[in-house]
């Protein structure tokens, strides 16, 4: 029986045989790689500073074509996502940016509401790159963005492309796909050099076979036939499934008479060349039939994304007799379709050019930083030993031939080539440095790690709760606090607030890492923290129980220094009650202000806990006053008046308003510590309600 993996959301891949089977790892083992990783991606963003991601790309005016193009489905909401893939283009393509364009496709407007029409507006304005297609689009009656809307924008794009661009090569990602772009371009560059290939016919990816039955796309919503699977060339199980479909489109088969097999790539990333883009997509049947499918408003829509394509593909290909070239990457060595922590062969590696299911802040950090980690020692092997490294334009071998000697697949046209990547080693043998890093790693009982009310000296203390899963919203306050501790910095009227509070010491604000904490000319303003609230009952506590939420709570814990996971620890149970984790941060806060803050340096002056929905809502001015360590008087007055009631405060919820932000100054916690935590249920820190 193969052997089937499954993610946490449900879905499953059959595992190929040629990868290497899942290791058994201890689980603490694994949570400190987890810590390890997350702190290597911290010194790898250190020593390479990531650009302003508010800075519009560079012009490419006057620049050759670009060798790829990529078009990236997304989704109005999806602001975050393709925050993530920008910062990827300017960092991984640093120099030389121009050698690939990247656009984010939508619909047509009329489909969005007007408030998602005006944040589109002022997001085009900064990054020139959305591109509103001829296509529904949004969450609409009969339009689904995960269905209709995705293959009618896949479908769109490769129109537009026709006459949009003039790069040799042409793909198309989603918006929780992030690709190793320079590997990617070298490895496109190796095939226009490998004896065989057509690379201007190219059609690359990780290939699956289907059958399509043209016959049926009247009456049904797609004419996909002959069931699914993620088995294609080059691996043997694809070969099952090749003869399997044979039978299938055999008359008296369930297929009768269906077109195919063949195969197409999966949808996560998928490349065609440049003459495939003008010899199918410029076809004028191609283009009636989008016209037609994309402006349907009854059944049957156009909604089968990938197999679709790959139908239009295989029936211009039969027609016209056009011949491809089939480039097979291989599942799971040259991708990577989910990252699983209890399964260290999906982690990445330097072979992999695309990973999918990048869908958050931490996934995305950590595929960016590992495909920079591996980028810098390949360079760095290439410096020692030069005459045995391969050039970095190399890519990796491909070898082309007939597809029927090679796959046993019968191609739509006698010119066709089937070429397949070479196999590669699941793990690369980490550099001595990073062998290292691990093992110190592994001997120190680092799980759980705590941040904040530290010795850093700063004039405020902050926690703000935190629920496993907002590592999103964590991202946006990150990027909030940055960006309004560098207006402040430079000039603080443009950061929303008139004559600015005095600072403490004369010190200008921090910009260290994390949420806020850094050391200005004068020291640290603010120390801010993300305090997890764990949930669950008692069994959940076992290790085989959301493993892979904590092992990504334990990289982001390591990538930003900000995030405590203190409720995960013992002293606090497993999966502590809200009530307990507020009183213990603020029996924490009494004893930071009243043991001088430790480490020799002073207490702060104001200690502040919060809920992370509260500070993405904080108007600026109370936010700037933050930053600068001089919380306005405002602020304090509901603080003073709960605690001398011992009281207060309402329920805290998720999209609360500023109002459930706690102040006290050192003086009064000092005083009033014990009440302050025996209170904290009544002041709302027992109340973190999902809303």
Not at 98 to 118: I, M
Not at 221 to 228: E, S, V
Not at 381 to 399: F, K, M, R
Not at 573 to 579: E, K, L, T
Request: with cysteine; aromatic share 6%; charged share 20%.
């Amino acid at each position: 029986m193969p052997e089937l993996i499954k993610e946490r959301r449900g879905s499953r891949v059959r595992r190929p045989r040629n990868t290497v089977p899942r290791t058994t790892e201890p689980r603490e083992s694994t949570l400190r790689l987890a810590l390890s990783l997350g702190r290597e991606g911290a010194e790898v963003a250190v020593d390479a500073p990531e650009p302003d991601p508010a800075a519009a790309a560079p012009s490419c005016g006057g620049a050759p074509p670009p060798t790829l193009a990529v078009g990236v489905i997304t989704a109005p909401g999806n602001t975050l996502r393709r925050s993530f893939i920008r910062r990827a283009h300017a960092v991984l393509m640093a120099g030389r940016r121009c050698d690939v364009s990247v656009a984010f496709l939508l619909g047509l407007r009329k489909y969005f509401t007007p408030a998602q029409n005006a944040a589109l507006d002022r997001e085009q304005a900064v990054h020139h790159d959305l591109l509103f297609l001829p296509s529904h689009d949004g969450l609409g009656k009969d339009v689904s963005h995960g269905g209709r809307a995705v293959a009618e924008k896949a479908l769109a794009w490769y129109i537009h492309a026709v006459n949009a661009t003039s790069a040799r090569f042409v793909a198309k990602i989603d918006d929780d796909t992030m690709a190793n772009l320079p590997r990617l371009v070298a490895d496109l560059r190796a095939l226009e050099r490998t004896p065989g290939a057509n690379a201007p016919m190219a059609y690359y990816g990780v290939l699956v076979y289907r059958l399509w039955d043209w016959k049926g796309v009247g009456p049904t919503a797609n004419a996909a036939c002959g069931g699914h699977a993620d088995d294609g060339p080059p691996n043997h199980r694809g070969d099952a499934m090749l003869h399997k479909l044979n039978r299938a489109r055999q008359p008296g088969g369930e297929c009768a008479g269906a077109m195919g097999p063949f195969p197409f790539p999966d949808g996560s990333l998928e490349v065609v060349g440049r003459g495939v883009i003008r010899d199918v997509f410029g076809a004028q049947g191609v283009r009636s039939l989008a016209a037609l499918r994309l402006a349907r408003e009854r059944r049957p829509f156009w909604t089968h994304e990938d197999a679709g394509l790959g139908a239009i593909v295989q029936r211009e290909a039969e027609e016209r007799k056009l011949g491809l070239t089939y480039v097979a990457l291989r599942r799971w060595v040259h991708n990577r379709f989910w990252v699983n922590w209890a399964d260290r062969t999906t982690l990445v590696d330097g072979h992999a050019l695309w990973c999918h299911y990048t869908r958050s802040a931490e996934r995305a950090d950590y595929v960016l930083d590992q495909y920079r980690i591996h980028a810098e020692t390949a360079a760095a092997t290439a410096a020692a030993a030069p005459a045995a490294a391969p050039a970095a334009e190399d890519g990796e071998g491909l070898t082309c031939g007939g597809c029927e000697a090679s796959w046993e697949w019968t191609p739509p046209a006698p010119s066709a080539v089937c070429c397949t990547k070479a196999d590669a080693p699941r793990r690369e043998p980490p550099t001595s440095a990073r062998r290292a890093k691990w093992a110190a790693a592994r001997r120190k009982p680092a799980l759980g790690p705590s941040c904040g009310l530290g010795g850093s000296g700063a004039a405020v203390q902050l926690g703000v709760l935190t629920f496993g899963g907002d590592a999103d919203e964590r991202a946006r306050v990150r990027a909030t606090l940055r960006a309004r501790r560098a207006a402040a910095s430079v000039a603080p009227a443009a950061a929303g607030i008139g004559a600015p509070p005095a600072p403490l010491g004369g010190g200008a604000v921090g910009a260290g890492a994390g949420a806020g904490t850094g050391a200005g000319a004068g020291g640290r303003q603010l120390e801010a923290c993300f305090v997890l609230v764990a949930r669950g009952s008692p069994t959940a506590a076992r290790q085989t129980s959301n493993f892979n939420v904590r092992a990504w709570l334990h990289y982001e814990a390591g990538r930003h220094a900000d995030l405590d996971l203190g409720a995960l620890g013992h002293d606090l149970g497993v999966w502590p009650s809200d009530d307990r984790l507020g009183a213990w941060w603020w029996r924490r806060a009494a004893a930071h202000a009243a043991s001088m803050g430790g480490h020799g340096a002073p207490p702060a002056r104001f200690y502040a806990l919060t809920s992370i929905a509260t500070v993405e809502a904080l108007p600026p001015p109370w936010l700037v006053a933050l930053l600068r360590g001089a919380p306005m008087a405002e602020m304090l007055a509901g603080a003073t008046g709960a605690v001398a009631r011992g009281g207060g405060g309402g329920r805290l919820r998720r999209g609360g308003g500023a109002r459930e932000l706690t102040v006290v100054e050192a003086a009064q916690l000092n005083a009033t510590g014990g009440a302050l935590a025996a209170a904290a249920p009544s002041l709302g820190w027992g109340s973190l309600n999902r809303h």
